[in-house]
């Protein structure tokens, strides 16, 4: 696209954001209470919240890459970058995030029929369905492929038990996406399905579990006898897995940049720092410097690798060097935070706020969407090819 | 495709068997070698058009050089092609259009005389250019001036009355005298005297007083390319490592099976992948916005010295005892890269670059 038509669209979207975001949205918050996660139950924290919500939705700014037709704006990557520039530029608030947007929405659009995604899709981009990711089981952690959640057959739907964990806002959400085994004959990877179940029944409950950050993002959800449709698939039955690895990849990426303003556009280490410590100590900035430069490279990768992917499409494989490099920084990002914060840091709401419920928080990224250890595996099998 | 052509032409020109032959023969400059690269329009990468040159830009110019440090190749290429060029590019009179020119053939090869102490300061610059008539007398020494043995013409950096100037004189202009030093990694670079050299107002590149006019450019041109050439290295050095774990066997098996080793391997992957990225960025912003390109570069010498550095250690601890004999390659890339690392700023000069233009 030509730098004029760009520019042409530079002006007409800044003059759309002057009169379509409120005020009050434009503080640029990105912690939790910042949040709009949309769905059924959401109660927005003020009104301003819900009509910057419905307006962006209304153009298709929440999804700005998706095509038209599914809710999105169909925006290329330049544009989105340009969308990007002049939402920080007036410290706009994201009008929604959810696992529908990062996660499913790009499974969907890369396995699922037109059909499904033209059902699926749209209410996720006006914030009207929330979703939440039923993967990890009590048996199958790292060793994800072992999912032992049953799917039974009965003509035209499943029938599900079992338990799944770590299920991030289940307690909040109103479907979920869910790795099934459908097969129990099969080998472990082929034997998966990738379905989708309305969490609204009597066969499905959650139970929040509280972290050591005193909060309880996420819960164990169980499985007595749910039922899901036959058409509730994406994907082939039993191919579950191809499914579950593509959106994982999305996953990693969006948890290697989202958790914590890893990016150059989030807020520089040094200023962070230096609200509580006047003169930071030789070694404290010495690891703070070291820091900021490899945020700053990091960040530069993940646009690196936004740059070189289609739209909608992920990483792949390099998504796990994302995911590793991007977590790892983040803990140290925060450890230097509570450092510098001193006994401020050490109460709960204390002087600094959730300063150490987030330095917790931080403690769980390199270990959701796949340890660190499970990443340099997959790094050294399909990128360096080293015998398995 | 740049990268490939240049891949294809290092490996056959100037595979790190050559850097040996050349150590092994006491040789710090192939001239032939750097007249082909010439007839390439590599010498010519950053001078214009009009004055012979290929002008392809800084991006390309990191491109040729991370293919040079791939396979260690000797050349002149950062103190010429890149450093010189872009000082004489600030400048535009004719002597300085026919010193690109001369660049772009291959016929002029440049260093820059710039480091006094143990470590880059171009602010401490002591040597004295004293005014005298219609032109100075330059007194003081120079350490650590890269290509400073084999250079045609020398970029003196002097202390002037109210301030720092940028000098262009011949290398072998009286009462400079050059004491070649034995660098670990086996490339030229040389100690300077300056005992009441001549210099006029014609030797000045720029304004008297300004030299950064000229040399703020220049340096983080060749700032940017350094950290081109040390992430080639790097990724040179992690292909050797990675092919010898596909193909060492201890305890009956590959020792690349035993995951100790693969995660090792892995990390070094991601992180010479992250210095990559900074690498493209520092030759965009050179490109596209050079006023503001100071803290890409920095960010990208600092990450490139990091990496380099992990590099080489992994490599000779993975290849182990093989990997600390002299008959094997890896420790020309360990040497190198420390070279590397000191030349044009360290770590801490560029990691303080970037904390100070991120509000420490």
Redesign the interface.
Known sequence: MSGESLEAFRADLRAWLEENCPQEMRDGLRTEEGICWGGKNWVFTSDAQRVWLERCAAKGYTVPRWPVEYGGAGLNRDQEKIFREEMDRINARSPLESFGIWMLGPALLHFGSHEQKLHYLPPIARGEIRWCQGYSEPGAGSDLANVQTKGEDKGDHWLLNGQKIWTSYADKADWIFALVRTDREAPKHKGISFLLCDMDQAGVETRPIKMISGISPFCETFFTDAVVPKDQIVGEENKGWDVAKYLLTHEREMISGGAGGLTGTGR????VL?ETMEE?DAIL?AD???C???S???G??L??YKDQSEAGQGAGD?SA?LK??GTELNKQRHELMMTAGGSDALEWNGPLGNRAADWLRTKANSIEGGTS?V???I???R?????? | MLADMARGFLDGAAPVKKLREMRDAGERHDAALWKEMADMGWAGVLVPEEAGGSDMGFAAANVIAEEMGKTLAVSPFLSTAVIAATALRQVSDDRAKEALGRIASGEATYALAIDEGIKFDPDATQLEAKAEGNGFRLNGRKQFVVDGGLAERLLVLARTDAGLTLFDIPADRASVSRDPSDMIDARDAARITFENVEATGEDVLGQVDQAMTVLKPALEAGQAALAAEMTGLSAGAFDMTVGYLKERKQFGVEIGRFQALQHRAAHLWCEIEVTASAILNAGRMLDEDPENAALAVSIAKARATDTAKLAVIEGVQMHGGIGMTDAYDMGFYMKRARVGAEWLGDYSYHAERVAAARGF
């Open positions: 520089a280490l040094g200023a230096s930071m900035r703070a410097m070291r900021e430069v490899n700053l490279a990091i530069l990768t646009e690196r390099a060097m590793y490099m250890e990443m340099l595996s790094v050294s099998r990128v360096l090819g080293l015998p398995g």
